[in-house]
């Protein structure tokens, strides 16, 4: 079975410029989170999806958007791009809410972002 | 929502001895607790998890133990190698809702 996938792996954007990137959650899973990991810190929730709502959002800018489509594969959008965007972007998912059981959230490799 | 505090930040031990990492949640309706560890430039992976209805949980040379009256959980590491090098995470969850972190352990285990 396959895992969560990102892509693309890396990316290199310039300030005020825009980045996508895209997650494709385990196969039955409806939930994807997105986080935001910045060199040797820890993990800020950035956006949660579930049944392609938006669930909750974490404390960032509105440039920070995404969605999630009806296959639940997601999307991250980051607008604007600033120097400390620059970070590793982790996509998760799970079975997703309404589940009781067997709720575990499962990482992607990431994608690393670097703004120059 | 919830909170979840983890305590130490850092942590050296010398190969062989044993490390704890500890962590303390808000909200008393969350029910399932996981662990993960990410190795450097690598993505967090599960190691072991812990459910409300369940006290301890051991596999191998892990453990985790859970006081839902202290609301605090602990991750136990015996027997420390050199590869057990990495940072840890733990969370903790109602089921079926958002996953709460909390700030990360950075274990070094001296040869």
């Known amino acids: 079975e396959a895992g969560v996938t990102q892509s693309p792996t890396h990316l290199i954007k310039t300030r005020g410029q825009q980045a996508t990137l895209r997650c494709s959650p385990i196969?039955?899973?409806?939930?994807v989170y997105w986080y935001q990991q910045a060199l040797g810190l820890g993990l800020q929730f950035l956006l949660w999806?579930?049944?392609?709502?938006?669930?909750n959002r974490g404390n960032f800018p509105p440039r920070f958007s995404g969605r999630q489509f009806p296959n639940y594969s997601s999307e991250l959008n980051v607008n604007a791009l600033e120097l400390e965007d620059s970070a590793l972007y982790l996509c998760?998912?799970?079975?997703?809410?309404?589940?009781?059981?067997?709720?575990?959230?499962?990482f992607g490799e990431g994608s690393w972002l670097t703004v120059v | 929502g919830e909170n979840v505090e983890q305590h130490p930040s850092t942590l050296s031990v010398q190969e062989g001895d044993s490390a704890v990492i500890k962590c303390t949640y808000s909200?008393?309706?969350?029910?399932?607790f996981p662990w993960y560890k990410q190795e450097l430039g690598k993505r967090p992976q599960l190691i072991i998890d812990i459910r409300s209805n369940v006290g301890e949980k051991k596999d191998q040379r892990i453990a985790v133990t859970l006081n839902k009256t202290a609301k605090h959980f602990s991750l136990h590491i015996t027997e420390t190698q050199p590869e057990d090098s990495a940072v840890y995470f733990c969370a903790a969850s109602i089921t079926g809702n958002q996953f709460y972190f909390g700030t990360g352990t950075s274990l070094t285990v001296i040869p």
């Open positions: 998760a998912s799970s079975l997703g809410t309404g589940r009781l059981s067997g709720n575990t959230i499962y």
């Open positions: 909200d008393s309706a969350s029910n399932y």
């Open positions: 999806y579930d049944e392609g709502e938006e669930r």
């Open positions: 196969s039955g899973h409806t939930s």
